[in-house]
C-alpha cells in the first residue's frame, strides 16, 4: 500500500539524486517513476488472498478523508553517517500518513501479515547502498526547495512489484480513494 508521488514532485526529486549522484558513486538509484510513501509492505500475497485484501483496504480507508503532506527533510536509514537508504523525508502531513499505516496494519493483521515492529517513518527512498555511507555532507549541499510543496492524497495504491533484471518494476493493481 503506498500514496504515489505526483510526477511533478517526482522530476524535482530526480533533480535531488542527480545532484546528490556527484557525491554518492555506490547507490542502486530508485527511478523517479518508482518513488512512492510506502504505508505498508505485504510482500509475497496469493492471487487467491486479493479480494480478502482488497476488502481489508476498503474498511481501512472508510470515513478517512483526504490530507496533504509535504516533504521537507532529506536522511538515511538507520542514520545519516551509516545509511544504507537514503531517502526523502514528510513533515506536515506525517501524522495523518501514521495514522493511515496504523489503520492499514490492524485491519490487515487478521489477514496474517504481521505488524510492522518498527515506529512507521513516512519517507520515499531515493537510494539503496549495499555498503553503509556517510550522508551528512550530501545532505547538508543538497537544495529541496523545489521538494517543498502540498500534496493532496485523496487515493492510496495497491501496488504490485516485480523484480526484473534491470530493477523492481511498480504498477498498480487497484485505488481505493479516501472520502472523510
Known amino acids: 500500500m503506498a500514496v504515489e508521488i505526483p510526477s511533478d514532485l517526482q522530476s524535482a526529486l530526480a533533480n535531488v539524486q542527480n545532484e546528490a549522484k556527484k557525491d554518492l558513486k555506490s547507490a542502486r538509484w530508485v527511478p ?5 510513501l510506502t504505508l505498508k509492505f505485504l510482500g509475497n500475497c496469493p492471487e487467491e ?3 480478502s485484501i482488497e476488502a481489508a483496504l476498503s474498511k481501512a480507508v472508510e470515513r ?3 490530507f496533504t503532506f509535504r ?3 532529506l536522511g538515511g536509514f538507520p542514520s545519516d553517517k551509516r ?3 537514503f531517502w526523502v523525508g514528510v513533515g506536515e502531513g506525517s501524522g495523518e500518513l501514521s495514522k493511515l499505516s496504523d489503520r492499514l496494519e490492524k485491519f490487515l493483521e487478521p489477514l496474517g501479515f504481521e505488524r510492522e515492529k518498527r515506529k512507521f517513518h513516512s519517507h520515499a527512498t531515493l537510494a539503496r547502498f549495499k555498503v553503509p555511507q556517510n550522508l551528512q555532507e550530501t ?11 502540498s500534496v493532496e492524497v485523496k487515493t492510496i495504491a495497491l501496488i504490485q512489484s516485480r ?4 530493477g523492481a518494476v511498480y504498477a498498480p493493481i ?3 480513494p479516501l472520502k472523510g
Do not use: M
Open 71 to 73: 516533504l521537507n527533510h
Open 32 to 36: 523517479p517513476k518508482n518513488i512512492h
Open 83 to 85: 545509511a544504507r537508504v
Open 49 to 51: 488472498q486479493l479480494p
Open 139 to 149: 545532505i547538508s549541499h543538497s537544495d529541496i526547495t523545489e521538494l517543498i510543496t
Open 174 to 176: 487497484k485505488y481505493f
Open 64 to 66: 478517512k478523508a483526504p
Open 163 to 166: 523484480l526484473t533484471p534491470d
